[in-house]
């Protein structure tokens, strides 16, 4: 499962994951729920691999991986994730309007912590902004979490770059190689 | 070779492949990607339409030329359609005909969750319901062999769930257009006039045409008996089908490729080999009613909600309170010590042209606002709480009206975008003008149909696909429409907006005000970003009133007052400027680069 806010790139991403199931011979479904709005609105993807996929809803409370681009829509899905799943969170947080227009408070890191560590012993706090910024541009930041992502699953890193070379710009097809393998790296060095 | 597609890009691919020579259509989630898409093959002629009644004509008018023709709208769309696809059924048709409808269930995007499947019935026409891409592809081939065979126009029904899910997809090619001109159109006007005279006598075809199209049914391969566990048999059909799958791996199916009209003999052949039979889908009881007449015994919406997606979670829970499952079955989302989690709603972007608008109604709140479809829907949300009504598309002019021939005491306005004007937003503006009526209407003319991904309409001078189109003013339609208090303002200058508001609120006798501002996405794009001046922030608050993404409470606070100063988001501003008028402290500035 993928979430975000919108206009972080989760779309491409999820995308992506699906392209790579298929490529790497599993069925695949994936479902993504668009919001009203472009940007602002919270995003979440629903991505399967499997033998066979009937729903392209993953059942309630049975999320293996969760990749969640800001930490209030991780915690917003982490009901999700199953007790051995993991979580892998991009350490950023977007304030929604009705935290600026002060009906709503943004969860502290603390309690965020104790939630996340309550819900799965595999959490993974992943520094994707800086990551990506690195490479001089926070637009890869979709491209890194991926990266990390694939450390964990069972399919070859050559399989993911190919996907990731049709999918993207062929203008920034080498930045983003670059940000899958930063992302992969950060996340190989930790599991 | 196999790829993965989208629902609404495996219609468009079925298009093709099936050789669709015209699509129509009106853009609505979850339907807008079918024609985004089918304007990728050059070999279809495409169209946005003015409105989905337009787009339902125009495909009608291809297929009476012997074209096979396609439309494809959301779910409420069918309602702006729907004078018009009830008389193809007494016409018959030449080339195909397959109306393509996205229903909402779950509301993800619509004003209701109306179950379109009824308009099959009601209309009296064959209804097709895909259960992946591939089925999405496929159906389309099959809903056009339908209509040519058997004289009808087919109704595709998808669900959001099916239109924005992937799933691979084996792809065909399109067999070759024999390039040959098109004829004259073949006369006849006994069954192409639908008059009393002469359509009286269509009816009873039609009903005997839906008999035999029902005892087809049975052995139409798009309906499916999969013979599982006995104890268990289901009849489900579209995106319900794999989610009760999923629930229900070893049961017995009668899998509906076809949901109406019904394969009576096939659900009584499941009905007869299992212990309980249960009917699932989503909204209305469709199917179950249908099933019940027949004099077959089932279960369904006592057991199954009638609003809402039927997902295997919904599934899962209903069928063990009903004692189908044990209650363990169900997992269900964990508890857990999980803070408060502030709301995401959808927010007008940085750089909306329709911010000064609700932040100036918001402001002057005593204004009744009859409010109408597209991002500008976003009003009745906080922070700006400015939009009162809201219902169908056009309908805030003609409930303006109504609050006018009322006599409301309150100022009132409707606010209604551009492309929704052009849509259903003209014939109630003659209303007000030919019955002396005295509403402002304000049109936010963002140069888009913006909510739904930035498809074109008349006023934008761009067709699908891209090509140069004449460019329709939409102050000369007003004028034309007999509205002589007319106004333009530009929608980034919050003072000139909120003057021009209260002349036509004040003028006695119909206005109208033009609030006109590219949408971000369609306009120049950002410009140098702004900044909050720290020290000469006085944290009154009236910049977050905006309801602007890009503007977030600082750290630091008034001494005084103790309320959270103003920063401004360098990544998320796009420098409309908005902010910086608003400001009283003269606090925000421009950054100099």
Redesign the interface.
């Known amino acids: 499962m993928i979430t975000g806010?919108?206009g972080q790139g989760t779309i491409l991403s999820s995308?992506i994951l699906?392209?790579v199931g298929?490529a790497a011979g599993y069925?695949?479904?994936?479902?993504?729920?668009?919001?009203?709005?472009?940007?602002?609105?919270?995003v979440l993807g629903h991505i399967r691999w499997g033998e066979q996929?009937?729903?392209?809803?993953v059942?309630?409370?049975?999320v293996d991986y969760l990749v969640a681009f800001e930490i209030?829509?991780g915690?917003?899905r982490?009901?999700?994730?199953?007790?051995e799943g993991m979580v892998l969170i991009n350490q950023q947080q977007i304030?929604?309007?009705?935290?600026?227009?002060?009906?709503?408070?943004?969860?502290?890191g603390e309690?965020?912590d104790?939630?996340f560590e309550?819900?799965v012993e595999r959490v993974y706090r992943i520094p994707g902004l800086d990551i990506a910024q690195e490479l001089g541009n926070?637009r890869v930041l979709n491209v890194v979490l991926l990266g990390a992502l694939s450390a964990t699953l069972p399919v070859e890193p050559e399989i993911w770059e190919n996907v990731l070379q049709e999918r993207v710009p062929a203008k920034y097809k080498d930045l983003n190689i670059q940000a899958f393998r930063n992302g992969r790296a950060w996340m190989q060095e930790r599991i | 070779m196999k790829v993965l597609l989208s629902g609404n890009e495996a219609l468009a691919r079925g298009a093709y492949e099936y050789g669709v020579q015209v699509a129509t259509g009106y853009p609505g989630t979850p339907s807008s990607e079918i024609l985004e898409n089918v304007a990728r093959y050059e070999e279809i002629y495409s169209e946005w339409s003015v409105n989905e009644k337009v787009a339902m004509d125009a495909a009608i008018g291809a297929c009476y030329a012997g074209k096979r023709a396609m439309v494809a709208m959301k779910s409420v769309g069918m309602n702006v359609a729907a004078d018009s696809f009830f008389y193809v059924p007494y016409t018959g048709v030449r080339g195909g005909l397959v109306i393509v409808v996205a229903d909402d269930p779950g509301m993800f995007s619509s004003q209701n969750e109306q179950d379109n499947r009824q308009y099959g019935r009601f209309a009296k026409m064959p209804v097709l319901e895909p259960s992946d891409s591939q089925e999405s592809k496929d159906f389309v081939g099959a809903a056009l062999e339908l209509s040519e065979q058997w004289d009808t126009p087919v109704i595709l029904r998808t669900v959001m769930r099916i239109s924005h899910s992937a799933s691979p997809v084996e792809l065909g090619e399109r067999a070759a257009d024999d390039g040959s001109p098109t004829p004259p159109l073949k006369r006849d006007p006994h069954r192409l006039v639908c008059t009393c005279v002469w359509a009286k006598y269509q009816h009873p075809v039609i009903e005997k045409r839906l008999k035999k199209l029902a005892e087809f049914a049975n052995t139409y391969p798009l309906n499916r008996l999969e013979w599982g566990d006995r104890s268990l048999g289901i009849v489900a059909g579209g995106a319900v089908y794999s989610y009760a799958r999923e629930v229900f791996p070893e049961a017995s199916f009668l899998k509906l490729g076809m949901s109406y009209p019904l394969p009576q003999a096939l659900i009584q052949e499941l009905a007869d080999g299992v212990e309980q039979l249960l009917v699932i889908e989503e909204l209305d009881p469709f199917l179950e009613g249908q099933i019940k007449a027949m004099g077959i015994e089932c279960r369904g919406k006592e057991i199954f909600p009638a609003y809402g997606e039927l997902t295997p979670a919904v599934i899962e829970k209903s069928a063990a309170e009903a004692g189908i499952l044990p209650k363990d079955a169900v997992k269900g989302a964990r508890e857990l010590p999980l803070p408060e989690l502030a709301g995401r709603s959808p927010i007008l972007c940085p750089g909306c042209p329709h911010r000064s608008t609700f932040y100036l109604l918001n402001k002057m709140n005593d204004i009744v606002v009859a409010g109408d479809i597209g991002c500008y829907n976003l009003g009745a949300q906080p922070p700006y709480n400015a939009t009162d009504t809201m219902g169908s598309m056009g309908a805030s002019i003609g409930v303006a009206h109504g609050f006018d021939i009322a006599g409301i005491p309150d100022r009132f306005m409707a606010v209604i975008g551009d492309s929704t004007f052009f849509h259903a937003g003209i014939p109630p503006l003659l209303d007000i003008v030919h019955n002396g009526g005295k509403s402002t209407v304000v049109i936010l003319d963002n140069h888009t149909t913006a909510m739904t991904g930035h498809q074109d309409h008349p006023g934008v001078g761009f067709r699908l696909g891209g090509a140069p189109a004449p460019k329709v003013e939409i102050e000369a339609v007003v004028r034309a429409c007999g509205v002589t208090d007319v106004h333009k303002v530009d929608a980034f200058d919050v003072k000139a907006v909120e003057q021009t508001f209260k002349a036509a609120l004040d003028f006695d006798g119909p206005s109208v005000v033009i609030v006109e501002g590219p949408c971000f996405f369609v306009g120049p794009g950002a410009t140098r970003a702004y900044a909050v001046d720290s020290d000469a922030c006085i944290a009154c608050g009236i910049c977050f009133k905006l309801g602007c993404p890009a503007i977030v409470r600082s750290e630091e606070v008034n001494a005084k007052t103790g309320k959270p100063k103003a920063e401004i988001d360098p990544v998320l501003c796009v420098g409309c400027d908005m902010c910086a008028q608003v400001c009283k402290s003269d606090a925000i500035y421009r950054v100099e680069e």
């Open positions: 806010v919108g995308d699906a392209a298929l069925d695949v479904k994936k479902s993504d729920i668009l919001g009203l709005a472009i940007r602002g609105g919270a996929v009937h729903s392209p809803i059942p309630e409370g049975r209030l829509e915690l917003r982490l009901d999700q994730v199953r007790p304030h929604p309007v009705s935290v600026s227009s002060g009906l709503a408070a943004y969860p502290d309690s965020a104790q939630a309550a819900a926070a």
